[in-house]
């Protein structure tokens, strides 16, 4: 079992900046792959951006390409999305995910492919 446990969300203007952490824990020997998901009221859940562990393989949604980045610390299990220039339209719910399976499988299949969820952390950008 892998538990996951979002943070870093909150309240911000357009063109600021959030930074989401997510703090992993259980049996993560075996996770090859870990991603940024978010939900916006009213629509299905999307994929934000995954890294792969050790980083070597590393891909964004269009909308996030250049405005996000996406790392992680292995030492301290913890995946974190760096925000910057934050568009109302960011405004969702943002979710981490991991996964025993390769990244470059998981971004070729449906989202519920994905075995381990966190709770989420709400990030709304005003404008």
């Known amino acids: 079992q892998v538990q996951l446990v979002e943070s870093g969300g909150g309240s911000v203007q357009a063109g600021g900046s959030l930074r989401l952490s997510c703090s992993a824990s259980?049996?993560?020997?075996?996770?090859?792959?870990m991603g940024w998901f978010r939900q916006a009221p009213g629509k299905g859940r999307e994929r934000v951006a995954v890294i792969s562990t050790g980083a070597s393989y590393v891909r964004y949604a269009d909308s996030a390409k250049g405005r996000f980045t996406i790392s992680q610390d292995n030492a301290k299990n913890t995946l974190y999305l760096q925000m910057d220039s934050l568009k109302p339209e960011d405004t969702a719910m943002y979710y981490c995910a991991a996964d025993f399976s390769p990244c470059p499988t998981l971004i070729q299949a449906p989202l519920s492919t994905w075995d381990y969820w966190g709770q989420g952390t709400q990030v709304t950008v005003s404008s």
């Open positions: 259980g049996n993560l020997y075996s996770i090859y792959c």
